[in-house]
């Protein structure tokens, strides 16, 4: 009965994360928009925030997927997928930099980031983890 309340309290912080970060990002992309952001520190604070976001869902995503698996092996799963998407965004970026220009990939990087600061992993993490499980089960038997 504890584990299912922590797995549902960390659902209500899920999407209070997710309210409080999409606050935070529309009111920093609206004062940017705006010309708000003459010297470029909101934009800093935005890849900071964006990082930290992105930090806690893992955090997030690895512990729901312990509690219900209680192995190790689904958190390494989940470090795995947010490590892929990191070097993507890093490896697009990078690219986009020495090939043409940054503002020509970040809309691509900015939607993988999206993936990151959100339960999407999570939510296909879950069943993949358990359909691993059932495979695993069914040769067994």
């Not at 934009?43 to 930090?55: A, N, P």
């Amino acid at each position: 009965m504890k584990k299912k309340i922590i797995i549902i309290g960390l659902i209500v912080v899920v999407i209070a994360l997710g309210f409080l970060r999409d606050y935070l990002f529309v009111s920093m992309n609206h004062i940017i928009e705006s010309g708000g952001d003459v010297h470029g520190n909101l934009s800093m604070q935005k890849w900071i925030l964006t990082f930290v976001f992105s930090l806690l869902y893992l955090g997030i995503c690895c512990t729901v997927l312990y509690l219900i698996f209680y192995s190790f092996k689904y958190v390494l799963l989940a470090f795995a997928a947010y490590s892929l998407l990191f070097l993507v965004s890093f490896f697009v970026a990078l690219a986009g930099y020495f090939i043409s220009s940054f503002e020509s990939v970040y809309p691509f990087i900015r939607t993988v980031m999206g993936i990151a600061q959100s339960p999407v992993v999570l939510i296909v993490l879950i069943p993949a983890c358990f359909l691993n499980e059932l495979k695993i089960r069914s040769k067994k038997t």
